[in-house]
């Protein structure tokens, strides 16, 4: 199998007095032809790790290479293969979308006639060809968001580079770029992902790595991660925050491990080794306490579980349609 993305010991440390590292050691090996997951809480090294591999940083120690070239040795010709849309859309505003598209397909020196081609063809797919020649200063935040994801796919790279590049779509917006995403695998094209959309990454994702205190704590599928945590859980959700503590304690005494609490959400969850058989005996618990619940459901572990099992913090949240 043809590796596409590698990295060994990859180390960085920021400086001043109360220096940190961001990355300590971390190991990567992505498959051609699949999408890769980055996970972890904020500060967890994702973005310092698309950095490197993107060759706009460099690593203190430790080796990576993408596409077969190497990042710190041969940085032009990674650059050749690579797309990369980082965390805030890079589009010049003054420039209509489709000026972008071409200007950027020139640099490439893609032809003329094959720019102006792949131009309309990705403001066909991410829905912005009514758009495409009013000025950028003129879009909204998610038309600049995928107007970037065109912008790093008209060269059609080898190797894309997602640092969260969903964050603070409507739904919508980030259905259309999921289904382009998977598009450009399916032409053969490797993708790191990273987000915090659990979902996206349950979704999109062949394999995932989860990342806390700047190392890989945990890597697999997402039903691999997903059976780690164990058994199906029963997750609860309070009907209010002040009835959280009680709902854990009650919860706490039909599982053999800790209760996975989720405050922000007021979600309480447990693994059950009975299965449906125990969820009768737990709601006439919760009856007989006084703890009114707002949800309660039996279902195999979700990737929030996983992210809270293994980082002992619950993902931030995104709100909801941010930017149309």
């Known amino acids: 199998m043809d590796i596409a993305i590698q990295a060994e010991g990859l180390r960085k440390r920021y400086g001043g007095k109360q220096a940190k590292d961001a990355l300590n050691g971390v190991d990567l090996s992505v498959p051609a032809g699949?999408?890769?997951?980055?996970?972890?809480?904020?500060?967890?090294?994702?973005?310092?790790?698309?950095?490197?591999?993107?060759?706009?940083?460099?690593?203190?120690?430790?080796?990576?290479?993408?596409?077969?070239?190497?990042?710190?040795r041969?940085?032009?010709?990674?650059?050749?293969?690579?797309?990369?849309?980082?965390?805030?859309?890079?589009?010049?505003?003054?420039?209509?979308g489709r000026e972008n598209l071409?200007?950027?397909?020139?640099?490439?020196?893609?032809?003329?006639?094959?720019?102006?081609?792949?131009?309309?063809?990705?403001?066909?797919?991410?829905?912005?060809?009514?758009?495409?020649?009013?000025?950028?200063?003129t879009y909204s935040g998610g038309m600049r968001r995928r107007l970037d994801l065109a912008a790093s796919l008209i060269?059609?790279?080898?190797?894309?580079?997602?640092?969260?590049?969903?964050?603070?779509?409507?739904?919508?917006?980030?259905?259309?770029?999921?289904?382009?995403?998977?598009?450009?695998?399916?032409?053969g094209a490797t993708v790191l992902l990273t987000t915090q959309y659990l979902e996206e990454a349950d979704q999109l994702a062949d394999r995932i790595a989860v990342l806390n205190n700047?190392?890989?704590?945990?890597?697999?599928?997402?039903?691999?991660?997903?059976?780690?945590?164990?058994?199906?859980?029963?997750?609860?959700?309070?009907?209010?925050?002040?009835?959280?503590?009680?709902?854990?304690k009650v919860l706490s005494r039909f599982s053999g491990d800790e209760p996975l609490v989720d405050e922000e959400r007021r979600t309480v969850s447990v693994s059950m080794t009975e299965?449906?058989?125990?969820?009768?005996?737990?709601?006439?618990?919760?009856?007989?306490?006084?703890?009114?619940?707002?949800?309660?459901?039996l279902s195999r572990p979700s990737m929030d579980e996983v992210f809270l099992s293994l980082t002992g913090d619950a993902p931030q949240p995104v709100a909801e349609g941010a930017v149309a």
């Open 34 to 72: 699949t999408i890769f997951g980055l996970l972890g809480p904020n500060g967890a090294g994702k973005t310092t790790i698309v950095r490197i591999l993107a060759t706009l940083l460099s690593a203190d120690s430790g080796e990576a290479g993408v596409a077969g070239f190497d990042v710190r």
């Open 74 to 96: 041969q940085p032009k010709e990674v650059r050749r293969r690579i797309g990369l849309t980082g965390q805030y859309a890079a589009v010049d505003e003054r420039l209509t």
């Open 102 to 137: 071409r200007l950027i397909g020139t640099l490439y020196h893609l032809g003329r006639s094959a720019t102006r081609v792949r131009a309309d063809e990705l403001l066909e797919q991410l829905d912005l060809t009514d758009a495409a020649d009013r000025p950028v200063k």
């Open 155 to 187: 060269a059609e790279p080898p190797v894309l580079f997602l640092d969260e590049p969903t964050t603070g779509l409507d739904l919508t917006s980030r259905l259309t770029l999921w289904e382009v995403i998977r598009g450009q695998v399916r032409g």
């Open 214 to 248: 700047g190392g890989v704590i945990a890597e697999g599928t997402p039903d691999e991660l997903k059976d780690r945590v164990g058994d199906d859980r029963l997750r609860v959700t309070a009907a209010s925050a002040k009835d959280v503590i009680e709902l854990t």
């Open 275 to 297: 299965g449906v058989r125990g969820i009768a005996t737990v709601a006439t618990e919760l009856a007989e306490a006084g703890i009114p619940v707002a949800d309660f459901q």
